[in-house]
């Protein structure tokens, strides 16, 4: 299941008391305080690029630092491999000897990231015989944190996946890898090789870990096994999609059921760059369901069982399901009812017109640029139908695959 994604300004003012103080020309006070923790931040990450622990520790507050930064330690990143990493502080508020940084952390992941990911960090910093030190490096307010900030990041290199966890063995994380590396040519061999061809998955120890990195109340994801975050519509400069995985929910997953999510979330991988505000989500969700689902045996009847229950009783849908329809905090049967009828819209494309142009529909909705239209018009163009004969033949299909 795809996560549904996620300017300063300066002024300055000379007035009489502060131009006493510190000369108009020269910059206040507070302006060198940050050249100051910019220098210090610019060491640290210097630091964590050349795996230079003891830099890294000349740049943390005496004493404090490491009981402080916890998760986000220098040991916490070793497993990370890192092709860039950087700060720009975008605000300092000092009281005397101890200031609060607000900075933006960027980084990049070696061999995955095309262009760096970059997350709000809020520091805290204490000044000792003239020098400013980090006394504490953590996610900004309502901001996600990053999978070091919940421990020791443990990495497993798979052919096409890297698998990035945290409070998890090595071994669990390479039956991850073993999944991810068996969705991505399944995706591949239906979609195409338009796309990066490997996924980057982060395991956390928990649903509250999960929860954590997406910045989010951890019941909003409750029985939710993954969610894949990126930028829609991202073309070739944007950072590599993440698929975070709930391990409560995905744990209870047998095989298939494991493979399936897997999948799902490596399809919104390949599809993100032509899934743009035009794409409602029962065709982003559906198509992600209809690769996951493919060769895996299962009819229709066994993979919408809600969907299943619901035409049986005679309540078969009157219309394609709205975006609202999938959030993750409403009523589960209709959330499962909302893939369920995503999935099968897919699956009628696939039947009656075509593999090939169902990709085609998908492109071209994208493609449309807003939302209005964008379905009527790659219905028309792609599959020469409408939007009613298409609900009905959906309808009839729901009735016959499922009644």
């Known amino acids: 299941?795809?996560?549904?994604?996620?300017?300063?300004?300066?002024?300055?003012?000379?007035?009489?008391?502060?131009?006493?103080?510190?000369?108009?020309?020269?910059?206040?006070?507070?302006?060198?305080?940050?050249?100051?923790?910019?220098?210090?931040?610019?060491?640290?990450a210097a630091a964590v690029l050349d795996r230079d622990a003891a830099a890294y520790r000349r740049t943390?507050?005496?004493?404090?630092?490491?009981?402080?930064?916890?998760?986000?330690?220098?040991?916490?990143?070793?497993?990370?491999?890192?092709?860039?990493?950087?700060?720009?502080?975008?605000?300092?508020?000092r009281s005397g000897d101890t200031a609060t940084a607000d900075a933006d952390l960027s980084y990049r992941i070696e061999g995955y990231d095309r262009a760096p990911l970059t997350a709000a960090r809020t520091l805290r910093l204490v000044r000792s015989s003239g020098r400013w030190y980090v006394a504490s490096d953590r996610p900004a307010d309502k901001g996600g944190e990053q999978l070091w900030d919940q421990g020791t990041v443990t990495t497993v290199r798979g052919e096409h996946s890297l698998v990035l966890?945290?409070?998890?063995?090595?071994?669990?994380?390479?039956?991850?890898?073993?999944?991810?590396?068996?969705?991505?040519?399944?995706?591949?061999?239906?979609?195409?090789?338009?796309?990066?061809?490997?996924?980057?998955?982060?395991?956390?120890?928990?649903?509250?870990?999960?929860?954590?990195?997406?910045?989010?109340?951890a019941s909003a994801y409750r029985g939710i096994a993954a969610v894949t975050t990126g930028e829609a519509g991202a073309q070739d400069r944007a950072p590599a999609d993440r698929i975070i995985v709930n391990p409560d929910a995905y744990g209870v997953l047998g095989d298939l059921g494991k493979q399936v999510v897997l999948t799902h979330e490596a399809t919104h991988v390949a599809t993100r760059a032509r899934t743009t505000a035009a794409t409602p989500l029962w065709l982003s969700e559906g198509y992600a369901d209809w690769i996951g689902y493919l060769g895996s045996g299962r009819t229709a009847a066994e993979a919408a069982p809600e969907l299943?229950?619901?035409?049986?009783?005679g309540d078969v849908p009157a219309a394609l399901p709205e975006d609202a329809d999938f959030g993750f905090a409403g009523d589960g049967t209709k959330l499962a009812q909302a893939y369920e009828n995503?999935?099968?819209?897919?699956?009628?494309?696939?039947?009656?017109?075509?593999?090939?142009?169902?990709?085609?529909?998908?492109?071209?909705?994208?493609?449309?640029?807003?939302?209005?239209?964008?379905?009527?018009?790659?219905?028309?163009?792609?599959?020469?139908?409408?939007?009613?004969?298409?609900?009905?033949?959906?309808?009839?299909y729901l009735r016959t695959q499922l009644g």
């Open 165 to 217: 966890g945290a409070g998890q063995s090595r071994d669990t994380l390479r039956r991850y890898a073993k999944l991810a590396d068996r969705a991505v040519p399944a995706v591949s061999k239906t979609w195409g090789t338009d796309w990066s061809r490997h996924v980057v998955v982060l395991v956390p120890k928990s649903l509250e870990g999960m929860a954590g990195l997406l910045g989010a109340p």
């Open 1 to 44: 299941m795809a996560g549904r994604g996620r300017a300063y300004g300066v002024f300055a003012s000379c007035v009489l008391l502060l131009a006493a103080l510190t000369g108009c020309g020269g910059g206040t006070a507070r302006d060198a305080a940050t050249d100051a923790v910019q220098r210090v931040l610019d060491r640290r």
């Open 342 to 396: 995503g999935w099968m819209a897919c699956r009628m494309i696939a039947d009656r017109w075509g593999e090939v142009r169902l990709n085609d529909f998908y492109r071209a909705v994208g493609a449309h640029g807003q939302r209005t239209g964008a379905v009527e018009t790659a219905l028309k163009d792609v599959l020469g139908t409408t939007l009613e004969e298409f609900t009905r033949q959906w309808r009839e």
């Open 308 to 313: 299943r229950r619901a035409v049986a009783d």
């Open 60 to 93: 943390e507050a005496p004493g404090t630092a490491r009981k402080a930064s916890a998760g986000a330690g220098f040991g916490g990143l070793d497993g990370l491999p890192l092709a860039a990493w950087s700060y720009r502080v975008t605000a300092v508020h």
